[in-house]
């Protein structure tokens, strides 16, 4: 599914599922084709600035599937910030990262059914901080391995759990920038 609502190609769109969403709602910091897991949809328009765009950085954590299993030295150089290539072919160093190897994945969060990766794999926690074009994939492609399955668990306390696939949750923009550690002064449209 793509984290829209129009398009021009023939694909899964987010007005596709069964809810009537208000006008004028829209995804906060979206997916890719490749990517799973946790997105806000919202008529504030005034979230995406503040998650995003903010002076105060917001963590977002990652389930992620590698190919092969991941050296010491790798997780090491992850922990500790790996450059990367952003726009226009600008060499980056990625901030130091808060990286995790995981052995039960399926404790985070519904990973459904979908194989992605060959033995053997490797899966990792990642929190950021930063959020450039594709960070993630690029930190995991600067250590030469490649990223099998990409899932955005959390955007600071709000958690995608175990919420299946499709499935949508509402609460109260109160409770939303107080899981995502939004001043409330900044609430209204």
Known sequence: M??????????????NLAFKFPTGTHAVGRLDND???LLILTTNKKLTKLLFSSEVPHARTYLVQI???????????LRNGVDIKIKNGINYKA????????????KLCKLGERLTAYLPYTWLLITLTEGKYHQVRKMIYAIRHKCK??????????????????????MSEDELFLKLKLPAKNLHN
């Open 2 to 15: 793509v984290s829209q609502f129009k398009s021009t190609h023939d694909v899964q769109l987010l007005g």
């Open 35 to 37: 990517s799973e897991g």
């Open 67 to 77: 190919n092969n299993t991941l050296s010491a030295v790798n997780l090491k150089k």
């Open 95 to 106: 901030v130091p990262t808060d990286v995790q190897l995981i052995t039960n994945p399926e």
């Open 149 to 170: 399955r990409l899932i955005r668990i959390s955007i600071e306390d709000l958690h995608l759990g175990m919420l299946q696939s499709g499935g949508i949750i509402e």
